[in-house]
């Protein structure tokens, strides 16, 4: 679904479920680009002597790989997202179809779908957004599933991305949302790998909201600055 720039609820600006929780910090980010900084500083005190110039550009080099890898998996990411859409919706796609053939193999598991990339919100607390899937498992249990191009386990972001998401939905519907599923895909073979799942727990509700409540709080900082 495409990114919604501005999206009002209650007559307010209502942030995405993502801007929520762009206030948490990315650990796992920084300690990647970390760790090329430092093989970066290791390649400088190897090259010694008087001439700087070499040093400057094996940082150089190093952050800039880092920059390249991070855009490509971006990009890969939003494009077998978007090749997951079409195929959920139309039951045919034109492009990545190693990454199809596993998301359909999956499906005939015992996987009901119930809603692709709904568009939902939460008129108490004021947010919106987009989750990749909703599905019934095989159990009869509803999940918001996420989409991973990767083989790692979620990020705590991404758990709370998903909370968000079962929050708009729960509150709006009987049925409720109270697992979530993380499909991940090898990014180079495309290959489905074990699906996660995790029972959704009070404390990541609490946490969630309450980086909701620190977004308002941004916001009126914001407001403020720009008076001055």
């Not at 599923?181 to 996660?196: A, D, Q, W, Y």
Request: proline share 6%; net charge neutral; hydrophobic share 35%.
């Amino acid at each position: 679904m495409p990114h919604i720039a501005k999206y009002l609820i209650n007559g307010h600006p209502a942030p995405s479920v993502n801007n929520v929780t762009d206030l948490l910090p990315k650990p796992w980010l920084l300690n990647w680009y970390n760790s090329h900084a430092k093989k970066a500083c290791e390649q400088l005190r190897n090259i010694g002597g008087p001439n700087y110039e070499p040093w400057v550009n094996a940082a150089i080099r190093e952050l800039e790989f880092c920059d390249k890898r991070s855009k490509e998996s971006r990009e890969l990411g939003t494009d077998v997202h978007e090749a997951f859409e079409i195929f959920l919706k139309k039951g045919y796609a034109n492009k990545h179809q190693k990454f199809i053939t596993g998301l359909e193999t999956w499906l005939k598991s015992g996987i009901t779908i119930v809603a692709v990339e709904p568009h939902i919100e939460s008129l108490k607390y004021e947010f919106h957004g987009s989750p990749d899937l909703i599905a019934e498992r095989h159990d009869g249990k509803l999940v918001v599933y996420d989409y991973k191009i990767k083989e790692r386990p979620p990020d705590f972001k991404t758990i709370l991305n998903e909370t968000g998401y079962a929050i708009c939905w729960n509150e709006t519907h009987t049925e409720r949302i109270e697992v979530i599923g993380i499909l991940r895909f090898h990014p180079e073979t495309g290959k489905m790998l074990t699906p996660l799942y995790y029972d959704i727990k009070q404390e990541w509700i609490d946490a969630f909201l309450l980086l909701r409540e620190t977004l308002k709080v941004a916001k009126v900082g914001e407001k403020w600055g720009r008076q001055k």
